[in-house]
């Protein structure tokens, strides 16, 4: 049988969108109209089967494309398939976009053996007449149009030294050893045509060069969770890593494709409160709910951070985060008080240092039974939040179920920063209150 054919425009003008997302009985039918040149063309037309929101290339004039994905995401076909589309002319032997290209992975072999040669690689997306041929004593591929690519270990980042390119494949660049290094030289590299073009496919990670690309006014980037790709992935695959790890912070970086931010110099970090996790608190002898209220109402006021915490033994367990955002004074008051009520709690604690006096006013007056502990910061933000980042250290804290927005800013916060999230300042307030309160008494149900 004679090598298809993909340059079939007529037979295949209404694939627009992604094939796979289609209803099947809508995907029979269109299939019906095809001729056999058409359907034997049609798995190597990825146009047809891409997720049009992350695996197709962006629109806008850009340099770099990040596609940051969960595991099984499918960023790795997305990179082979772009790849395909600088190098493929409009039949076989025509020229493309792009004649010298960089495929760079962490080592040599993962190169070639995701890159090139995997289920999602360059090889087994391409069609059979224009797939290119490897040649291993030159560490290369090469096109029938006589495109070539190289590949790199960034492990080695001198041996970007030198070759030239106009387009480049970095393949989980976040978990490269030597990224910062590698990726320079391959910027220098990247010199060829009139508008050279790379994409970085990753699981993303907290490292400072993936920080500054995607910072890059260039840089263009699409997002996808595993679960984006699940028409692709085993059920019994999905149903084990969501119930180990989904809402996690592992799971938000490795299945969501979330870049988890953490400072320098951060008191917390993603990883020490995901050890301190747990589905469910114990029996609690005390439950109390910090407050940081904002100095100013309006949009461009602080938020107002609202947290519940409670004492079990020596541990403390975060239960929620209330905070009800930028809200005039008379609504976060009213939460206060409601949370109160729903956890039956047995004091606020309220930072006082801007509103003085009228913080716990506000809150008495929605509840005069409301009681409410007023707390004034003698101390930096930093040296307050530290012995409670040493709790977490020592385990003493736990988070009960996750709290996105508020592990987002405690892991952002840097001892050096000016000023805190109001969040952080709330769970604060309860913790040290919790740990320092008189000693826990059996909790008595109010009526």
Known sequence: MAAPSISTPRDLRFFGASLASRPPYRVRKLLEK????????LPFLFDAWAHPDHQLPPKGRWSTWVLLGGRGSGKTRAGAEWVRGQVEGATPLAAGRAHRIALVAETWEQAREV????????????????????????????????????????????SLRGPQFDCAWSDELAKWRRAREAWDMLQFGLRLGAHPQQIVTTTPRDVSVLRDILADPATATTQA??????????EDFLGAITRRYRGTDQGRQELEGELL??????LFTHRMIDAARV??????????????PPVTSGPASDECGVIVAGRAGDAVYVLADRSPGRVAPAAWGRRVVEVWREFEADRIVAEVNQGGDLVAQLIRGIDPAAPVVSVRASRGKAARAEPVSLLYAQGRVRHVGVFKTLEDQMCGFSPGAGKSPDRMDALVWAVTELMRGPEPQPRVRRL
Not at 34 to 41: D, G, K, T, V
Not at 225 to 234: E, G, I, M
Not at 279 to 292: F, I, K, M, N
Request: net charge negative; hydrophobic share 50%.
């Open 115 to 158: 890159m090139v040669f995997g289920e999602s690689g360059i090889a087994a997306c391409s069609p059979p007449d224009r797939r290119p041929h490897f040649v291993a004593t030159r560490h290369k591929l090469v096109w029938p149009n006589g495109a070539e690519a190289q590949l790199f270990s960034a492990s080695d980042p001198e």
């Open 34 to 41: 095809l001729s056999p040149n058409a359907l034997a063309a």
């Open 261 to 266: 931010v953490e400072a320098a110099d951060a």
């Open 279 to 292: 589905g469910a608190a114990p029996a609690l002898d005390r439950v109390v709910v910090g407050v940081d």
């Open 225 to 234: 969770s595993t679960w984006a790709n699940r028409a692709y992935l085993a």
